[in-house]
């Protein structure tokens, strides 16, 4: 096993502690004494300064790039802060690709966060990634289950049961058990099933082309959790809408979508000196919003199926997205900002759900 060199100041002999050998059952004790000799060199103390750690890593000629760019990023938010030797270790260890299989994630890894990691997260969030990287499968199976969900109920709607208009909104008003009608307000799943179902070949097109390129990258970068449940919270918010404006139907996964990518905008806001093409990823998703709102105004209208309600999907991703989606610690003012949103999206779930249920019963 071959290690970065360093000088001689670093080389000294001391006895391995409990996180130490805490991480020596991975990871062998050869590595792990390496990495704790590197550092007490910077302290004899518990946790060390990230601006006195990065120095000292800095004066590594051989020091592995991914190591000391994740510090450089803890010391950019916390110059004050500090590390302990556990969470130093995790650092210098941990999410290192080791097998073939491991490299090609890395690789994808890499190209999804450079296009959607901002740089002062960049270093960590591929850690991280690379940690987590089989729930990856999760989010990829959800996916590729909604879009062959989608392409099946349209060669099923388009062929065989409602080859026409008329007959098509006989079907979905009485026949269909998925999808979202303001008429079946009791039967919930209705707020999620309709993501599976399409009937026009453009939207299908659309949202496939999304869930490959926008959604499965940011599931990859941003844990198996929280771009499944920004999605299914616009999708929620989608059905809510539904029911307020007595929308005869909706399909398709429009909603959703919209809350991811407009999720990445709000990041993208908030941090807007972090990322690189500002403007153009703002104008990306846009421009991508207003085709398929577009194509799904234009298609639908022959089936009496509705799109405005997908717009709400917008809201969710503003207002919830962007803290999901953070890796750092939010400021107190942060903080107010992010419980004031919380609570107007419960506030209109739950006036929503008196209003659709309990006010208006019935199918």
Known sequence: MVFPTVSPEF????????PSQKFAQFFGTDKIDYWSRVFYSATKQESVGLVKLASKLKRMP??????LDEVLELSSWNPTGALTLEEFLAIATLGKPRTARERRAFRFFQVAASIF????????????????YPLFLLPVAMYAIICIGQLVTLVYHSTWCCPNPAKATSYFRYDDKLIMSSERQVEIWRCFSYVLLQIDTFPMISNTVAHVLACMPFSAIHSAWKIPFIYFLGSLMTALTGFLSKSPFMVGASGAIYAVLWAHVADVAFNYGQFKNNVPRIVVVATF???????ALRWRSQHDIVALPHLAGIIAGITLGRDVLRNRAPTKRECRVIWVWCLSYLTFFIFCIVHGVFLDLGY
Request: net charge negative; proline share 3%.
């Open 117 to 132: 990691v901002n740089r002062l997260q960049h270093a960590r969030v591929l850690r991280i990634a690379m940690i987590d």
């Open 62 to 67: 051989d020091c592995p790039r991914s190591i």
């Open 11 to 18: 080389m000294f002999n001391t006895s391995m502690d409990e």
């Open 289 to 295: 919003t207003a085709i398929d709102y577009y194509g």
